[in-house]
């Protein structure tokens, strides 16, 4: 099978043959029909110290099974995270990172749709908006941010405002129901919000805080990193929350599983619809990661095996 790797921090990434991996206990092999690229393991090929398998968001049928599977078979449409190496034909997947994909979905749907809106529904939750709030997004075009921004209308939010790094991106945001749309620059953010999901951090953190208002709460996504004053908190009595999605998995499955079931059923209805801003062959994923480093896509960018 095909599968992408690199040799040294920055790449240049490759593909290689290698055998086909056997699934180990409570593991499924998948047969990639589509996987997501997303933000985090873009910074890792050039961050990392020593390279890393390039995993994250996959989707397709599985092949196989490994002892202790008990809720899929081979033939089951899934998708889910993998923490091994999923830019690939085939790949590993545990057991409880797998969702089904239902019947009337495509695979690059499902990839576009299960992750991304799993952490914008964590973010939108560990920042407890009552209806009526406001809530501001950054990364409002993004693979995740397009879904929020969604969300976050549809959870009772009275005002969206999506925050984005290029001005060509605002009519994108705002045809996903944001009322307003401001750019990173911008020296007025507009009125202050509830609400901020930030998925940049760095340089942006301080603006983002300071965009709350008072008992305003941040919820930190990102990869970033960033640095904020405890006064710019204590000023406004503002809050900001570290959320993790792969903590929800592993020690939540029951709320991880609820959300899961809620995004599928907000698909069905038509009230979130995924955009893949473009689908690179396995042996683009150089330009799949490049669309990524860019900060020009409008919603996700897929790899097709």
């Given at each position: 099978m095909r599968r992408v790797r690199y040799r040294s921090a920055g790449g240049p990434l490759f593909v290689e043959e290698t055998p086909v991996p056997?699934?180990?206990?409570?593991?499924?092999?998948l047969r990639c029909a589509a996987v997501g690229v997303t933000l985090p393991v873009v910074r890792k090929v050039t961050e990392a110290a020593q390279p890393i398998p390039l995993g994250g968001e996959v989707a397709g049928e599985v092949t196989a099974v490994g002892a202790d599977v008990t809720r899929f078979r081979p033939g089951d449409r899934v998708t889910g995270l993998c923490f091994g190496h999923g830019y690939a034909d085939f790949a590993p997947l545990r057991e409880a990172m797998a969702s089904p994909v239902p019947a009337g979905a495509s695979f690059v749907e499902a990839v576009a749709l299960v992750r991304s809106g799993l952490v914008a529904l964590g973010a939108l939750a560990a920042a407890r908006p009552e209806r009526g709030e406001s809530v501001l997004v950054?990364?409002?075009?993004?693979?995740?941010?397009?879904?929020?921004?969604q969300l976050a209308r549809v959870r009772g939010a009275a005002r969206v405002v999506g925050a984005v790094s290029d001005p060509a991106k605002a009519d994108f945001v705002r045809s996903l129901?944001?009322?307003e749309v401001i750019v990173y620059g911008d020296d007025d953010w507009?009125?202050?919000?509830?609400?901020?999901l930030d998925a940049v951090g760095g340089d942006l953190l301080a603006p983002a805080v300071a965009a709350l208002a008072p008992g305003g709460r941040l919820v930190a996504y990102s990869s970033g990193g960033g640095t904020i004053r405890a006064y710019d908190l204590l000023v406004g009595a503002r809050s900001v929350i570290g959320f993790q999605m792969a903590r929800i998995a592993r020690e939540m499955p029951e709320r991880y599983e609820r959300w899961r079931q809620e995004?599928?059923?907000?698909f069905e209805q038509g009230l979130v619809r995924p955009a893949v801003h473009a689908e690179f062959a396995l042996e683009e994923a150089a330009k799949a990661h490049e669309a990524i480093e860019s900060h020009g896509n409008l919603g996700k960018v897929v790899l097709r095996p």
């Open positions: 056997e699934p180990g206990p409570g593991e499924l092999l950054t990364a409002a075009a993004g693979g995740v941010g397009h879904l929020a921004v129901g944001a009322d507009g009125d202050p919000v509830d609400c901020v995004l599928w059923r907000l």
